[in-house]
């Protein structure tokens, strides 16, 4: 049996569409996470950092978004979420999953959580909308990368694609939130009415 | 055959050590440093124009973790990548997945405001906070390899040439010595340098001048 440790809506959310798009058989814990409860120790041994999401599966403990989606497109092989090893397309995938974690995500943390990223008080503001202008140039750039299909890689729905709707929910708060581009748009609903993330959406009382 | 764009000193050192693990013929084309004016958000929307570039048939790849993450899978008899399906596998796709987004951003939030020019406040602010994730980041790795001589347990891996990558000092600058305090951080470092395909990687891209960055 599969375990991901995850929160409604967090970084877990793109492991759990994948497991939902595998049709795998997992539970969903929220682990304590308030200080002084190191939380339960699959967890710790999951996520050192006792950050979600954390996923246990028999001999593999693995932290990372990125990281356990790929394991899990591995994981169920037939389930699509990955091209196939050694193909063009896959290095493909490798290449929007990691542009992805690198570089929207991190700059997102920046725009939700200024206040990790700056050691200056008073300085949030300034952090938030530096993030904000740089998000908005990179939505602007996958904006136009999806002008002419509907997936990232490979015709398909993949982990990737996953992904990439994790990310654009969280920008639903922004002044411009990513799907207020056009082709963002198309990817954005044509996701929510995926039944994978249909279900997650219903299970996470996501709205 | 396959090409990579490159600049000496730059992430391309990773992704000339990935391909040297290989064994493949490529070619080597040196790119002019023009792109180090550009800001830094315009270089992190659009990867394209970015070196390194590895060009192979139809695909252009650029972060360093995606180049290992395909060398290691179109060359399956190299050292870069265990077989898919593994623990060691997964384990593989989480260090590089955390060097990638977490260690790997906190140098740039400690270099870019130099690119910026932001010498004011805020660009102090940045740099000491990303100082600070820094030694919070080896710490982590540092503790995480007690008992193991490699990233992925059960040995090399391209997960730890990115960390050589990370802790050299081209990167670390005058941090070094506190980053190679952390000793199975530095042992690690010592132990990857002398793999023969990072010594034919430093003879093409020159010694460690300590003035990389991003």
Redesign the interface.
Known sequence: MITLFGIPGAASLAPRICLEEAGADYVFVEPDRTPGHAGPPEFVAAS??LQVPGYVDR??R??????IV??IA??FPDSGLAPP??S?E???W??W???L???P???LYQWLYPE?????PG?EE??RA?AV??LD??F??IDGELSDRDHLVGGRFTAADAFLWMLCRWTRNMPRPAFSRPNLERFWVQGRARPSIAAVIVKERLG | MMRLLWMPGTTATVACAALEETGAPYELVEVERHDRADPP??R????HGLVPALL????R???P??II??LG??F?ESPLAPP??T?R???Y??W???L???L??AFT?WHAPRHLGDDG??G???R??GE?DLHTCFD?VD??LAGRDTLVPGGFTGADLLLHMLASPNWTLDLQPAVFSRRQVAALHAAVDARPAVQRMKAIHGPDRGSAGA
């Open positions: 050192p950092l001999d593999v693995l932290s990372e978004a990125a990281a790929m394991h591995d994981r090893v050694g063009d896959r290095g493909d490798y290449r999953l990691v542009y974690t690198t570089t995500m991190p700059v990790r990223f700056t050691t200056g300085t300034r952090v530096y202008s740089r140039r990179m602007d750039w | 958000e315009l992190a929307v659009d990867p192979d048939g139809d695909l790849l650029h972060e973790a995606a993450l395909h899978d179109r399956p898919v399906g623990p596998r997964a384990e796709y989480r590089l997945a955390y990638a987004n977490t790997h951003t939030r406040e805020l102090r602010a940045l000491a906070a600070r982590h503790a995480q």
